[in-house]
């Protein structure tokens, strides 16, 4: 059955996108706050701590915390704006039905028990595996155990992911090999204490900006900064050694810096010898990579790498710190055992100053990998295919290990299967997948297809447009949890308001759900407090444990760092300062081949094409295309391209162009820069429909972390005609 999305004229006027929205009388009306509330901001994995204003219930205003340790009273543009949601007119705030004519307000009991007699027409006629799941990183930690807990006892399948398979989950399995664990090895207040800082495939500045301020601390105490990036990113800027490399270079480009290592014997003997095993291996793999091969394949000039081992490899103490930049990759894994091997080759694990630390995306987007959501993983961050751990959260569960579906397909793998109808009904939460997914024709023609298609959200994404019934779910600051940001720190989420109309708190939805598919006995919980009280039972034991941990010694503590087994226990903000996560103690590294990223530019498409973030909008958008002042600072995508990629083409600044790749087009304005490669374009994915970057990428995945390739496409580009509008103003 072909399911378009619906064209309602009503829809738009109803649930938005409405611009420029302020409530009436404007946001200094004078209102008399009631309440104050201390949590953190709504946004990135930095989760930088803010106090809302309450008035009538709505959050009216806010402050930065000074008192919380991270940010220090410290905030981005988007943590500025982030409370202009709440009140949004968008807001869902009725459960909604598809009809014919359009969406219709539904009751909650209509769209619940639509959604499970769906989910078990579907299993009933082609297996429980045909009902998929997808759940997210900006729900609360409670929220993402619950999604895990009812999609394997709930509904009953093995297919659930996360949308952190789009986003961390190469550096999360690079860790897991290396050194057996996944998470940030040391807290950020050691940046300050490092004397070189290596950034690779990070655009701090514009997506991690309180960071900066780690970085500039260490700066003042004279590191030195190394910047890997196919564009001179902000920070890059400031770099003492920029390498500018090719998009899908990376791997040789850090084997060649640790062949130098190795040669010009930068190494810490008495921590390869007594802490790793495989120097051998690794050494070996990078032999051939000298610095004039990797000036072949990176672009970046062989003195370059030399001056960055010796910037890398001399001082004491240093830290990497990398992103979705080396991560988006068909070898994303292999590009952080990269970065790996650079830190354990020089010693730099389990002391001050030191580290090979992700900086992970999402609000939660750590602790959303850490409690069960996640294909392959069960809570407290154990393997699914282990069974001594499926076997421990079994017991904790009353459950037999059995009862626990097995490990089930990725995200993208997940739309693979709905195209050719292994699965055959989805529910979507916290995700938008009509952006965000790579190959949007792809994406599109998976939703059209799919017999049953639930969303809870609490705006209408242009991914809900295609669903069957929108579950309206609660706003960040609706609902109290917990989250783990980039550092490894829980922290605890306070809920400022109650959600507005019949929106209802996500935790009472998704345990609704539950019961009413039969498995009450597991959905018994009333609230998230008792959620995370059973986390704490059912982690314990586990990798990221929890069983020490009470919602009250978060606050009182600013957060703890997980593992904390137990409550006298102060956290572990720093890792491996005595042993490594394996059995053995020791961490490993892996020798790391170099390969060409799965398409490589030709003469039908010469140019490379790479995406990523700008400062003011947040991932697909769907949170900040809302709010006025967000879209003034960047109101579209833009094509940035070097001048001389432009003069070639005969493209100016603002002039619109085509860009064109194996999947799909995109016209949008160029945007003619100094700052990017010549031989590469940058388009920023925050935009839906005919602004989508992701029309353009390859859905190609990394075997090992299945993550989709964003960082590396080839296409072409030519001019369109002149500027449509002045530069810099939104299309209406
Ligand atoms: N403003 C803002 N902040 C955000 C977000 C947001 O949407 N907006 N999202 C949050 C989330 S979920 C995430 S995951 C993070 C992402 O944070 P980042 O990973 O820092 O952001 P990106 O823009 O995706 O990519 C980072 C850099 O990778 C570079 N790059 C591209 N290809 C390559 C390559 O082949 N090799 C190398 N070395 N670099 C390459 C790009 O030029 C870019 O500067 O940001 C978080 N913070
Ligand atoms: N081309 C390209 N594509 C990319 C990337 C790239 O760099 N380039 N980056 C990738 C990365 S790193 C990421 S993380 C993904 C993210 O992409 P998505 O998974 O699409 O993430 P969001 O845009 O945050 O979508 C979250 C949705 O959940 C809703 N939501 C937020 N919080 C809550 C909540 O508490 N409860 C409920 N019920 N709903 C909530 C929001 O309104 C939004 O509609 O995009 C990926 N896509
Ligand atoms: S840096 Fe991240 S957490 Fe801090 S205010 Fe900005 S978006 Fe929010
Ligand atoms: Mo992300």
């Known amino acids: ?31 008399e706050i009631e309440r104050e509330v201390d949590t953190h901001c709504a946004f990135c994995g ?46 869902l705030t009725e459960p909604l039905q598809r009809t014919e004519a359009g969406f219709r307000d539904a009751t909650w009991d209509a769209v619940l028990d639509r959604t499970v007699s769906e989910i078990r027409r579907i299993q009933s ?81 514009e997506c991690a900006p309180i960071t900066t301020d780690y970085i ?26 920029f390498l500018g490399l090719r998009p899908g270079t990376d791997t040789a480009l850090y084997g060649a810096i640790l062949r130098e290592l190795i040669q010009r014997d930068l190494l810490d003997h008495d921590f390869i010898e007594q802490r790793t095993h495989g120097i051998a291996e690794a050494a070996a793999a990078v032999d051939h ?61 389990g002391k001050p100053g030191c580290g090979v630390c992700t900086i992970t995306g999402q609000g939660n987007g750590q602790g959303g990998r850490e409690q069960g959501q996640k294909s392959d993983q069960l809570p407290g961050a154990r393997d699914i295919g282990n069974p001594d751990h499926r076997a421990e959260v079994a017991a904790a569960w009353g459950v037999e290990p059995d009862d626990i579906p097995q490990e089930g397909l990725s995200y993208e793998e997940q739309f693979d299967a709905i195209l050719d109808g292994r699965i055959r009904g989805l529910l979507l939460i916290c995700s938008n997948p009509m952006v965000s997914l790579p190959d949007t024709a792809k994406t599109r023609a998976a939703l059209e297809k799919l017999e049953f298609f639930a969303v809870i959200d609490f705006f209408l994404t242009e991914s809900a447009f295609h669903a069957d019934v929108v579950l309206p779910g609660s706003l960040h600051e609706e609902e109290e949890g917990v989250v783990t940001t980039a550092e490894g720190r829980c ?26 598919l039969g498995a009450g006995q597991h959905f018994a919980m ?58 053995d103690g020791k961490a490993r590294m892996l020798p790391v081949e170099h390969r060409d990223p799965a398409e490589v530019v030709d003469d039908e498409y010469p140019i490379w094409y790479t995406t990523g973030r700008v400062v003011s909008q947040y991932l697909s958008g769907a949170q900040t295309r809302r709010i006025g002042p967000l879209i003034e600072q960047y109101p579209e995508p833009l094509c940035e391209m070097h001048p001389r990629l432009a003069s070639v083409h005969g493209i100016a600044d603002g002039d619109l162009v085509r860009v ?16 990017i490669r010549p031989d590469t374009v940058f388009i920023p994915y925050h935009w839906a429909g005919h602004k989508a970057a992701n029309q353009l990428t390859n859905p190609v995945l990394d075997p090992i972390s299945k993550i989709p390739e964003y960082k590396v496409a080839a296409v072409r580009i030519e001019r369109i005609g002149p500027p449509q509008r002045p530069v810099g103003q939104a299309a209406p």
């Open 491 to 516: 922290v605890k989420i306070n809920a400022a308001v109650s959600p507005p109309g019949n929106a209802r708190r996500d935790t009472d939805i998704i345990c609704d759900l539950g019961r009413r």
């Open 216 to 241: 500039w601390r260490a700066r003042d105490r004279g590191a030195k900064l190394i910047v890997a990036d196919p564009r001179v990113n902000p920070l890059a800027r400031t770099a003492d050694c």
């Open 289 to 349: 990579m000298t610095p004039k091969w990797a000036e072949g394949v990176t672009g970046v000039p062989a003195s370059r790498i030399e001056q960055a081992a010796e910037l890398w490899g001399r001082p004491a103490t240093g830290m990497l710190l990398h992103a979705r930049g080396i991560e988006h990759h068909s070898k994303g894994v292999q590009n952080v055992l990269a970065c790996i091997n650079l830190g354990l080759a020089t010693g730099r694990y």
């Open 125 to 205: 006629e082609h297996g429980p595996d045909a009902f998929g799941v997808i759940s997210g990183s900006s729900l609360t930690t409670e929220k993402t155990y619950l999604m895990g807990k009812l999609a394997r006892l709930g509904i009953g399948t093995a297919n659930i992911d996360y949308n952190g398979r789009l986003c961390m989950v190469s550096a999360a399995a690079g860790n897991k090999k290396a050194l057996g664990m996944d998470r940030a090895p040391n807290p950020w207040s050691d940046i300050p204490h490092a004397q070189v800082v290596f950034v690779a495939g990070a655009n701090i500045a």
């Open 526 to 583: 009333d609230g998230p407090r008792e959620v995370f009280e059973e986390i704490r039972r059912v982690s314990r034991g586990g990798v990221a444990d929890y069983a020490g941990m009470t919602w009250e010694r978060l606050e009182a503590e600013q957060g703890i760092f997980w593992p904390c087994p137990t409550e006298d226990h102060p956290g572990t903000p720093r890792l491996y300062e005595r042993s490594f996560a394996h059995a």
């Open 46 to 91: 930095q989760q930088c701590g803010i106090t809302l204003k309450v008035a009538n219930n709505s959050v009216v205003g806010f402050e930065p915390r000074y008192d919380f340790p991270f940010n220090e009273g410290k905030l981005c543009p988007k943590g500025v704006k982030r409370y202009l949601q709440g009140g949004h007119p968008d807001r």
């Open 660 to 675: 064109v790749s194996r999947r799909g087009s995109i016209e949008v304005p160029a945007q003619v820069v100094e700052s």
């Open 1 to 31: 059955m072909a399911r378009p999305p619906l064209s309602d004229a009503e829809l738009v006027e109803r649930y938005g996108p409405h611009l420029n929205w302020e409530p009436p009388g404007g946001w200094d009306a004078g209102l």
